[in-house]
């Protein structure tokens, strides 16, 4: 084992010991022992004011041998892992939840610091998670579990703060709770819910609220996010009919992630959306069901068109974005095969109104001239 100055820390190390905080007032576990580091969880110990951590190593000759990516992709899904199980056993009650246990407070509190960890580290990361989460029975922990790794990167986007990151994050992952105590029947209907069954459903943000202010264990703000994030930028949502800034910004984010997350999985009464989709519809709906200002922000932490992606127009004709404009869902693209080295700015040309993914162009797309 070896002592090691933070500022000499390598990405891929890995903790010998646990790393705890050192204020009393905020006295808490950082990273566990076993954990791999990341350049986003170096920098977040030199910011904690952490001097120096213990790491895996037989002395000062011994250095450690950094992690792979595989390594890392493999503790990062034990992670996920965990993080599944405990909010199954959260969520997944044979009686009615009436509040969350101290125990599982801190379970969410841990889980909520590796998602911020994680993603802060690694811009890759929640596609990857995000993927591997989705299921056709999308059971709602997992569908928490997204919505706050989502939020956690929107948050970014508005430079939140850390605090103020993981308030939403911990919200994200508890937004659904109520629905635990909801007909499980009715959460699971494949098709269109009647007007007592989504009456129903419409309780559940309530009663999420309630859990959580009955253990004692959560912000004001945290609960509010549960409360609200059903509401609408126009008022006409549930449960207050809340409207534009009136909503608390947690809940605003959370409403977009929660869209953006519900419409991209699979469903047994509907394909997903693809995310261009998905997001011309949330940009559409700015100033009615959403906040113009949350929607930017999400689309610019969720590009559905990375630079070097292979798309198709909608005359047929396929390329490559070679440049972001102002409006993510119209980047500046690369003609490739007929009319090669054509460059079409689809921010000011309005022929083409629909542009698919094909693929990822693994050439070199700023010379290239062809297919």
């Known amino acids: 084992m070896l002592i090691v100055p933070v500022d000499k820390l390598r990405e891929g190390m890995q903790l010998a010991e646990n790393v705890d905080s050192t204020t009393a007032r905020e006295y808490q576990t950082l990273l566990n022992k076993g954990t791999f580091l990341s350049s986003g969880m170096i920098e977040m110990l030199a910011e904690k004011g952490i001097k120096?951590?213990?790491?895996?190593?037989?002395?000062?000759?011994?250095?450690?041998?950094?992690?792979?990516?595989?390594?890392?992709?493999?503790?990062?899904?034990?992670?996920?892992?965990?993080?599944?199980?405990?909010?199954?056993e959260i969520f997944d009650c044979n009686e009615?939840?009436?509040?969350?246990?101290?125990?599982?407070?801190?379970?969410?509190?841990?889980?909520?610091?590796?998602?911020?960890?994680?993603?802060?580290?690694?811009?890759?990361?929640?596609?990857?998670?995000?993927?591997?989460?989705?299921n056709y029975d999308d059971y709602t922990y997992k569908h928490c579990l997204r919505v706050s790794?989502?939020?956690?990167?929107?948050?970014?986007?508005?430079g939140l703060t850390a605090e103020q990151t993981k308030e939403v994050v911990i919200s994200g992952l508890l937004h659904d709770i109520g629905k635990s105590n909801i007909d499980h029947d009715i959460i699971i209907k494949p098709g269109k819910l009647t007007n007592e069954e989504f009456e129903e459903v419409k309780r559940h943000p309530l009663i999420g609220y309630?859990?959580?202010?009955?253990?004692?264990?959560?912000?004001?703000?945290?609960?509010?996010?549960?409360?609200?994030?059903?509401?609408?930028?126009?008022?006409?949502?549930?449960?207050?009919?809340?409207?534009?800034?009136?909503?608390?910004?947690?809940?605003?984010?959370?409403?977009?992630?929660?869209?953006?997350?519900?419409?991209?999985?699979?469903?047994?009464?509907?394909?997903?959306?693809?995310?261009?989709?998905?997001e011309e519809y949330i940009l559409g709906g700015s100033g009615v069901h959403f906040d113009l200002g949350v929607t930017q922000a999400f689309l610019r932490a969720f590009n559905p068109y990375p630079i070097g992606t292979m798309v198709?127009?909608?005359?047929?004709?396929?390329?490559?974005v070679i440049a972001h404009n102002t409006n993510?869902?119209?980047?500046?693209?690369?003609?490739?095969?007929?009319?090669p080295g054509e460059e079409l700015d689809l921010m000011n040309d309005f022929r083409f109104l629909t542009t698919s993914v094909t693929g990822i162009y693994n050439g070199d797309y700023q010379n290239s001239t062809s297919a």
């Open 328 to 339: 993510v869902l119209r980047p500046t693209v690369r003609i490739m095969g007929d009319h």
């Open 312 to 320: 198709q127009l909608s005359d047929g004709r396929h390329g490559v």
């Open 210 to 278: 309630n859990i959580l202010k009955n253990g004692g264990n959560f912000s004001s703000n945290i609960m509010s996010g549960v409360l609200f994030h059903q509401e609408k930028f126009d008022g006409t949502g549930y449960p207050t009919g809340l409207a534009g800034d009136k909503i608390p910004l947690i809940a605003r984010i959370l409403t977009v992630c929660d869209v953006f997350d519900a419409l991209t999985s699979n469903r047994p009464y509907r394909v997903p959306w693809s995310v261009a989709e998905t």
């Open 149 to 158: 790794m989502l939020s956690a990167s929107v948050c970014a986007e508005l």
């Open 96 to 134: 009615e939840i009436k509040e969350l246990s101290q125990a599982a407070a801190q379970k969410v509190d841990g889980i909520a610091d590796d998602i911020i960890n994680d993603i802060a580290s690694d811009s890759s990361f929640l596609g990857n998670q995000m993927i591997a989460l989705q």
């Open 52 to 88: 120096t951590v213990r790491i895996v190593g037989g002395g000062i000759e011994d250095v450690p041998r950094p992690a792979t990516k595989a390594e890392i992709e493999r503790e990062r899904n034990i992670r996920i892992g965990k993080a599944l199980t405990d909010l199954d």
